[in-house]
């Protein structure tokens, strides 16, 4: 029985994956690495930053994601990537169960994109609240435990494989947006869905 719905940041929540595509195209041709858009889908989609940096440079740098982020909220923070039918969908899932946001993003690029959308989330979790992001089950575990529900309980929405795996390993039932990675690499969802509307949520927290 779902208690809680928990809504995954970039990629879902916000329709942002093709802006940090570019961002990271941008930033890392200049820090004299390119990285072409399929490489950051193939590789780094839905991972923390240091991860990312580790994976492609050997290491990481706060200095490097302080850039990126500023870039990032330089294109997204008037909140325009969260459309129409996730607003709504939003709306009809608080108006039924505590919701919130588990993402491996950093709450200073979360948190202007929420506001300007108008988002009043129960808990929000993000990369500067846990020691394990995605996909190990943490991030999902400490908003479970946030809203005083059992993990097993909880209704996730995510993007990426590496998210899928970290809901699915908290216990969390997924559904698995198809529009960044595509049905293949989703295929670790309970369900996979091309985008997210009220109908969907109807469906998932009154049938």
Partial sequence: MTKAVVFDFNGTLSDDEPVLARVYEELFAELGKPITEAEY?????????????????????????????????????????????????????????????VSA??????????????????????????????????PYLRAAAELGVDPNELLAFEDTDVGVASAKAAGAYVVGLTRTLGAERMAGADELVERIDVPLLERLLCS
């Avoid at 923390?48 to 294109?75: K, P, Q």
């Avoid at 009043?120 to 609240?129: N, T």
């Fill in 105 to 138: 993003a950093l709450i200073d690029e979360i948190a202007p994109v929420v506001a300007a959308a108008g988002l009043d989330f129960d808990a929000i979790i993000s990369q500067d609240d846990v020691t394990n992001g995605k996909p190990h089950p943490e």
């Fill in 41 to 101: 889908y193939e590789h780094l989609a839905g991972h923390t930053d240091e991860e990312m940096l580790r994976r492609w440079f050997g290491h990481s740098d706060e200095a490097v994601i302080a850039e990126r982020v500023r870039r990032y909220n330089e294109r997204v923070s008037d909140g325009s990537t969260v459309d129409a039918d996730m607003r709504a969908a939003f709306a009809f899932a608080k108006e039924r169960v505590p919701v919130a946001l």
